[in-house]
């Protein structure tokens, strides 16, 4: 089983003036349900982010910090909404927003709307497989179709090619779990041999809303949490969740149609962030999540990357 490496999660600790990643739910649907993802079982309200909201956060963005990372994911598959979520690339990409990066599962990701991908600006992909063969990926991504996506994958990239484009990033992402570690090098060697970076990380608890392989004692929780000090995450409808465990946005430090990013930050953030700098984890949330252990992932990149 893949172990944590906590001495590279640590590298990545200081404090910050503003977040490093600012994570965007551009909508809260999804076409699959994967066995490792709270989103089939999502209570709090379901919708889409309108254009303005995020024109509000690509803004700040912009103006605040050349060095944060605007990142589309969190609780739905934004190509759900294909058209809406190119424009609002464009816009963050025109904006001055430096750094663009997308999540999904690519069974939407057609040979049309890879290449308006590209065009947009996005500067990575991450795509989500989690398996080297049909029958482990449609046992864990249920409702998803293998080949599909593997032909998805490599249209991008031959996309790129003909396009003479170095951007996005293409990104596949294998989540170790029991279901599938008995393929991670069959699948780093595919997919390196067809010109993709690949990501290898650990299965998230999200807080534990969903089981976990992360179990290290908390005795060895000696450091602030990576995501709470580095991140916010924003859901479709402006709310701010404390973290990306808090997928249902209960302890939610304020809203983004009547606040700003920095005010949130420095704010009850900043607050938050203090206790994990004490390292006081009593917070409801934090006192039983596990998720402190995975701030770090593991890349492997194909000769020339």
């Given at each position: 089983m893949l172990k944590p490496d906590l001495e590279a999660v640590k590298k990545t600790l200081q404090k910050y003036d503003f977040p490093v990643d600012v994570i965007v739910e551009t909508?809260?649907?999804?076409?699959?349900?994967?066995?490792?993802?709270?989103?089939?079982n999502l209570q709090r309200k379901r919708g889409e982010m309108s254009f303005e909201v995020f024109k509000k956060i690509a803004d700040e963005i912009a103006l605040e910090s050349a060095e944060t990372r605007l990142w589309v994911a969190i609780m739905g598959e934004p190509l759900i909404r294909a058209g809406q979520l190119v424009e609002m690339i464009s816009y963050a990409k025109n904006k001055g927003v430096n750094s663009v990066h997308l999540n999904t599962n690519g069974i939407?990701?057609?040979?049309?709307?890879?290449?308006?991908?590209?065009?947009?600006?996005?500067?990575?992909?991450?795509?989500?497989?989690?398996?080297?063969?049909?029958?482990?990926?449609?046992?864990?991504?249920?409702?998803?179709?293998?080949q599909l996506l593997i032909q998805n994958i490599d249209n991008l990239l031959n996309l790129k090619k003909q396009l003479n484009s170095s951007t996005p990033r293409v990104i596949v992402q294998y989540i170790v779990m029991d279901?599938?570690?008995?393929?991670?090098?069959?699948?780093?060697?595919?997919?390196?041999?067809?010109?993709?970076?690949?990501?290898?990380?650990p299965k998230l608890g999200w807080g534990t809303g969903v089981s976990t392989n992360l179990n290290l004692p908390d005795s060895e929780r000696n450091f602030p949490c990576p995501w709470l000090t580095r991140t916010v995450s924003i859901h479709w409808n402006g709310r701010f969740a404390q973290c990306d465990g808090d997928y249902e946005g209960q302890y939610s430090p304020g809203d983004i149609?009547?606040?700003?990013?920095?005010?949130?930050?420095?704010?009850?953030?900043?607050e938050r962030r203090k206790k994990h700098w004490e390292l006081d984890f009593s917070h409801t949330l934090c006192s039983k999540c596990k998720d402190w252990q995975a701030g770090r992932s593991q890349f492997y990149y194909p000769e020339g990357e």
């Open positions: 909508i809260a649907y999804c076409n699959l349900d994967c066995i490792m993802c709270p989103q089939p939407l990701m057609s040979k049309e709307i890879a290449k308006k991908l590209i065009q947009s600006g996005l500067d990575e992909i991450i795509l989500g497989l989690d398996a080297a063969s049909a029958e482990t990926y449609e046992n864990i991504r249920v409702n998803g179709n293998y279901e599938n570690e008995s393929e991670v090098d069959i699948f780093k060697e595919y997919w390196l041999s067809r010109g993709a970076i690949v990501k290898i990380r149609n009547k606040n700003t990013i920095k005010e949130i930050w420095n704010g009850e953030l900043a």
